[in-house]
């Protein structure tokens, strides 16, 4: 401590202002508590400045990009695109500014005091903010802790910017490169091997021993990609156990192998925070710690990293911090992999429904027998429903095809409000469209569809 600093109170410090900590934030002071909100940078944290709006961006310019050169088949001839990445890179960082003014707007909305540096704690309520102008010294009766994660280095291949590249990294390329290497086998990977691979740019996916193509997903889906990865051009190898040997040839690499959470220069152990193993930080279901005045939102602590479960920690710990009986057990997690074909799931998948006891139902309805899918050029694809056999309860749905990641959140709301394979089967859905697939998956599983073959009838 600095002799003769004063400590300046708050009621609640936030470290971090990505969606988890933002989301605190601004529902802390909504229900009127004062809040400090800290972050390094302008706020909206990775998944805003570097990871999901900055890639879901580019993948939409690469897609536009590829469709053009393939619009023969439908009677139009636009000829091969010319690819600016300088000025899709402009594109993409002219959206991104807009939507970090919006979060800087809401904040002034709500009175939130942003503060522009990096925070460590001192003891249990006590931390040290260090900003553009000098340090200053808090006291808080609570703090939320959603500082993210970052990406795990590759074995004995450090990030250098320059060749070895993270995700954000190679996002922010200026020049497309002749051959890329993208080591991985998640939907981070999957995603930079589509975009890289409908630009024209030769593609290597390398997955390393122990890992499966889209584990996180339906194991159908992730042949379903795998497939169309090979038609895009993209060159797999699996299994790899020396991935400097794989690698030697290529002039760039990017990784998406894990996360490692940035807890190392919180001085957790002085504020009496506990971790795991791996340095995440341990939880409640009301996001507390173990020092039940701080929580811990996001990515900083374990399991899926994803921003909706990270901005939905936020207001859990938000409301609990202001007395509210509030607790993270929501019920439906969608999960999206923006690759081509677009995969989305919620709830279990058979094989994981049936390691949990349940006697299933499973039904997979074609996306080649939706009108409204031809329309669209596409064929490929599926959705799937997974629902307990006695109840028809639904468990699980995956969907591969467009606009899945819209599609999946009629899904998720079925699996959070306990619905059954009838309650899908009589819903009405639009004429031609996508979301008949999820009514007629659905009819199929109880044996009355009528757009496919039954397996059985009722």
Not at 232 to 257: C, F, N, Q, W, Y
């Amino acid at each position: 401590m600095v002799v003769g600093d004063i400590a300046t109170t708050a009621d609640v410090i936030v470290l971090g202002a990505g969606p988890g900590g933002y989301v605190a934030a601004i529902r802390a002071a909504q229900l009127g508590k004062e809040v400090v909100l800290v972050d390094p940078g302008r706020p909206g944290g990775i998944c805003l400045h570097q990871g999901c709006i900055p890639a879901k961006a580019l993948l939409t310019a690469a897609d536009h990009a590829w469709h053009i050169s393939h619009l023969s088949t439908i009677g139009i001839s636009a000829g091969e695109p010319r690819i600016d990445l300088p000025k899709m890179q402009t594109w993409k960082s002219n959206l991104v500014a807009r939507l970090v003014r919006g979060v800087e707007q809401l904040l002034v909305h709500h009175e939130v005091d942003f503060i522009t540096g990096t925070g460590w704690f001192l003891g249990e309520n006590e931390l040290r903010v260090e900003a553009e102008y000098g340090t200053k010294r808090f006291l808080f009766e609570r703090c939320v802790i959603a500082v993210g994660a970052k990406p795990a280095p590759l074995p004995d291949l450090a990030f250098d910017g320059k060749r070895i590249l993270t995700p954000s990294q190679a996002l922010n390329l200026t020049e497309l490169p002749e051959k890329i290497g993208v080591v991985g086998a998640d939907y981070i990977a999957v995603e930079l091997a589509t975009f890289f691979a409908k630009l024209q740019v030769e593609v290597q996916l390398l997955i390393p021993t122990g890992q499966e193509l889209l584990a996180e997903f339906d194991a159908a889906a992730g042949r379903q990609v795998e497939a169309r990865l090979k038609k895009l051009g993209v060159k797999t190898e699996s299994k790899l156990t020396r991935l400097d040997a794989a690698i030697a040839e290529l002039p760039k690499v990017v990784a998406s192998v894990g996360l490692v959470p940035q807890t190392e220069n919180l001085h957790l152990a002085d504020a009496g925070v506990r971790t795991d193993e791996h340095g995440f930080i341990r939880v409640n279901q009301c996001m507390q710690t173990s020092n039940p005045h701080i929580y811990a939102v996001g990515d900083v602590t374990s399991g899926l990293a994803l921003a909706n479960i990270a901005m939905k920690q936020g207001k859990v710990a938000a409301e609990h911090i202001a007395g509210k009986p509030a607790q993270y057990a929501p019920q439906a997690v969608p999960r999206v992999a923006w690759t081509d074909p677009q995969v989305a799931m919620v709830g279990l998948t058979s094989a994981e429904a049936e390691a949990a006891g349940y006697q299933v139902t499973t039904s997979r309805f074609p996306l080649a027998a939706n009108g409204r899918a031809l329309t669209l050029q596409t064929q490929q694809g599926f959705v799937q429903v997974v629902a307990e056999q006695e109840s028809e309860v639904l468990l699980g749905v995956t969907i591969v095809g467009p606009e899945a990641e819209t599609l999946i959140s009629e899904a998720s709301l079925a699996l959070e409000m306990g619905a059954t394979l009838t309650d899908l089967a009589e819903t009405l859905h639009p004429h031609p469209s996508l979301g008949e697939s999820l009514q007629e998956a659905a009819e199929a599983a109880l044996g009355i569809a009528i757009h496919i073959k039954n397996p059985s009838q009722r």
